[in-house]
């Protein structure tokens, strides 16, 4: 073990994951694994604990008649359960995928229902989950064929595991998506291996890390960072339950301080979330952290600042705050930031960006971008044009990857791989720049508003919007709405707003057009208000465009009011 | 059920949610009161104990079924002081 984290990379073989872990165990089997905190409680599983548990869900597995390269879907929530059932899986060849739980405030039916196409297609042998589910997964879905392991089950005693090969396909990681648009990612072990070595060897990922979560294990975030990469190196985990994280987000510093933790990795919101739901007379030593890591989401330079400016006395300055452009279907990172000092920030100017879609860089008054770094070892990212020629530096255009990282493809679904992976290249449909070797991300293709040749960045536009007082924090869309008449989009913004008078919202429509064409030039087309819980979000919680544009037009000649 | 603790639960849900209209019982759940989402949640969540001086145990935040059972918390919470 020694060998493998002490010396910052993965020394020699074997390197696949499932003879690393297995070594561990034999070798050290004390070793911790994971802290578990939940339910006010704290539980240490060791690496032995860890392979004992996951080999007797192999054997489970096996009793269901899992074979090497069927697929396994695991909901179950935050607990032991979670790291071995999924490696129990691995263990036997078998492909598990973590899917997001059912929350009591989901509507159990139409959960079931939306799954039906993800059990379908991946054709899943088996699917594991908690018994509380049994009922209402029967009542959507009678014909479903798939047998079913819960989590209250008795474990059978393990059986020896086969000598095996661990090579090819290893887990399916399931896209954010609405209903029935999930796709899963192929990830093999060997493009895992490539990950956990660029990627540990970015971040300097060492022994005497400690990684702090509180993510799910169904994104890649959470999964990769804060589960396979850590358990790979014999990095310890403080895994917190994301449930009871967003109702008390100060439990992820009482983790930092109690386990002096190292790393913590976070989408942009959850800044945004300790800064507001955390307790502004409470203190902390978060000295401990070398790096909060920023991903997931386009990173705002505004977010890092105003959570440096909160937390920057606790231990946790800018230059602890760093940035990563992370993907599923590059298993996990793409770039990096460089740790120990603060990522570069640019402003660019508006008029060029929009019109030439090319940074010049400005002083004032302009589009400010946060560097996501420079792209980890093996991997490669280059910037295309619509005719698939490399863009020179500071020209806007498709992100995409190559290297030893990218995926194999979409599970079973070879019309969505050919339209996103070609000649082991990965066009991310998000759009961004490089500069100087960095990379900035700019937005999503899918999320460009282009009004009269002008392109508007849907986050921009929304971003201006969520200023406006009287609009719910983080609840507004921008929508271009294409007309064929015109040829051009009209961009519509939909924002959740209380109830109130038609005076006072007449005044918050006013505000947001106002708002948006002072921030970004962009006079929208309307300002639509909704009431609260009206937009429709994708599983991974992110407010979807396409869902909402559909359902405004469905809604479009009837009042929406709120 | 203590009226005192549920007309300051509505009162710090006034001020959290910034909607002087809200009214609340003990059978008020999060789905009956606009913009009570999950983050929400968490910023009301630290505004009761500021002002009841209480702290919630972490594993019950996240299955309260209505106000009243966020209430009997506040209560159980200021019993054990």
Redo the contacts between chains.
Sequence with gaps: MAGVAGSRQLGGAPADICSLVLRHAELEPRRLFCQIV???DEKAITYGELVDAARCYASAYRRHGVQSGDVVLIILRHGPELFASFLGAMLIGALPSFLPFLT??QNPELYWTSHATVFARTGARLLVTWKDNLQSLRAALPDVSIAIHLKEDTLPTPEPLEQREYQGSAFLQHSSGTTGLKKGVVITHEALCAQTRAYAKAIGLGAEDRIATWLPLYHDMGLVSCFLMPLMLGVPVVALDP??W????A?LFDAIERYRCTLVWLPN?AFH?LC????REARWNLQSVRALIDCSEPCKAESLELFAARFGGMGLDLSKIQTCYALAENVFAATQSTLGEPPRTICANRYVLQSEHRIELTQRDGMRFVSCGRAIEGVQVRIRDETDGNLPDGQVGEIVLGGACVFDGYYRNSAETEARLADGWYRTRDLGFLLDGELYVTGRLDDLLIVHGVNYYAHDVEFAANRVPGV???RCVAIGDYQPGTGTSEVVLLA?V??GTEERHAEIRRAIKIGILAETGLLVQQAGLV???WLVKTSSGKISRSENLKRFRQQKHKAAK? | MNQAILDGIQQTMRAE???P?IVIDAATT??DV??????A???L??AL??RFGVT????R???LKNVGELAELIQAGLAGR
Excluded: C, Y
Aim: proline share 7%; hydrophobic share 45%.
């Design positions: 939940m339910d006010g009591s405030k449930f009871e967003v109702a008390r987000p439990m919101f979330h507001t739901a955390v307790s719910i924090g983080g959740e209380q109830a009431p609260a819980g709120p | 949610f910034r909607n209209s999060a789905e606009d913009g009570w989402d999950s983050l949640h968490a910023r969540i630290l104990e500021e919630f145990p972490a594993a935040l996240f299955d």
